[in-house]
């Protein structure tokens, strides 16, 4: 089974960037897509950003768009999270999530089948 690692979370103050990677190991295929998900306290379970299997096409939630930029190793099965101008309301648990065997770009929640185990991100003000 897949298993995905996140690192690179942690305490930052608003205008700063952080970079989140996230490492597929146990993987049968290189044609599968990757997803960064977030969740606030008390707030559902959000998209982020999702990359294709050889990084061509990217998608980004409004709210991040301009701001967070995603990309993929292929050789490594890494990607990674670039998240820059970072503000308080980005204050999350960032979590990792890549499809079964898949070309297309998705971005809800319901396609995705390995999630990894979440990395925390807060913004002070």
């Known amino acids: 089974q897949v298993q995905l690692a996140e690192s690179g979370g942690g305490l930052v103050q608003a205008g700063d960037s952080l970079r989140l990677s996230c490492t597929a190991s146990?993987?049968?295929?290189?044609?599968?897509?990757m997803g960064w998900f977030r969740q606030a306290p008390g707030k559902e379970r959000e998209f982020v950003s999702s990359i294709t299997w050889n990084g061509a096409r990217t998608s980004y939630a409004e709210s991040v768009k301009g701001r967070f930029t995603l990309s993929k190793h292929n050789s490594e099965n890494t990607a990674y999270l670039q998240m820059n101008s970072l503000k308080p309301e980005d204050t999350a648990v960032y979590y990792c999530a890549s499809t079964r065997a898949s070309t297309i770009l998705e971005t809800e929640e319901q396609h995705y089948h390995y999630w990894g185990q979440g990395t925390q991100v807060t913004v002070s003000s």
């Open positions: 146990r993987v049968t295929s290189r044609y599968f897509t």
